[in-house]
């Protein structure tokens, strides 16, 4: 079995043009994009309709990073993410199933650093600046954007919260730093669609939602997506 279906579950040309990559599945993720199910790799799960190949890479920088890297030799040409994020800068007045398209990403995603209290100077990564202005004009209303930090611990990220205000950061995840440097280095163009499921310092990531919160995050979710989708189908570049 070639290298690529064994970590994927597909056959390296089976993959499309365009790759949606997600930690893990949001409920009607796979309804959105018609597909019926994924197979299953030894790292990834992944699934391809016509237009589009979904992948389910696993939570945390180095899952979604080498994702990238792995695509590297496949027809793949663009890359969105679809993921949550917490939001920090409450000034925005987003809510829980609000979204935001990121557009810049700190990376501190070694969990090492962070115990030890060394974080290094991050560099900004970005998403590609084509995709990114086409996907943008194709929404109505066009989601929030912001600047992320990608941050390796749910534990200690409430610490540092006085760090992300400095660093001018709107919202924290985990992936996108990883994501849009892998894919420079890959030459692929990658986004991040991003829909809020806490808010750092009022609410927590692993407490109960609401029920009117439970339906936004879900409505969040599936938005993204159907946005994700409908670009791809307009979008003949």
Excluded: W
Aim: aromatic share 8%.
């Amino acid at each position: 079995m070639e290298p690529f279906k064994s970590l994927f579950g597909i056959s390296q040309d089976t993959v499309r043009k365009n790759c949606v990559l997600m930690p893990f599945l949001p409920p009607e993720a796979l309804k959105v994009f018609d597909i019926k199910d994924l197979s299953r790799g030894a790292v990834f799960s992944a699934a391809s309709n016509e237009e589009t190949t979904v992948i389910k890479t696993g939570i945390g920088a180095g899952f979604v990073g080498d994702a990238v890297l792995y695509l590297q030799a496949t027809p793949c040409t663009n890359i969105f993410f679809l993921g949550s994020c917490g939001l920090i800068n409450q000034t925005l007045a987003l809510a829980i199933g609000d979204l935001i398209l990121p557009r810049s990403a700190l990376g501190f995603e070694s969990i090492s650093a962070i115990i030890n209290n060394c974080l290094p100077e991050s560099q900004a990564a970005f998403p590609d600046n084509d995709l990114y202005a086409r996907f943008q004009a194709t929404l109505s209303p066009a989601p929030h954007t912001g600047h992320c930090v990608s941050f390796a611990s749910l534990h200690e990220e409430e610490k540092h919260l006085a760090l992300f205000n400095q660093l001018d950061a709107d919202i924290i995840e985990m992936e996108c730093a990883a994501l849009f440097l892998a894919a420079r280095k890959t030459g692929k163009k990658a986004l991040a669609l991003l829909y809020i499921s806490d808010i750092l310092g009022k609410t927590r990531f692993f407490e109960q939602l609401s029920p009117d919160n439970k339906k936004r995050l879900s409505a969040g979710a599936k938005q993204a997506a159907l946005h994700i989708k409908t670009f791809i189908e307009q979008d003949h570049r």
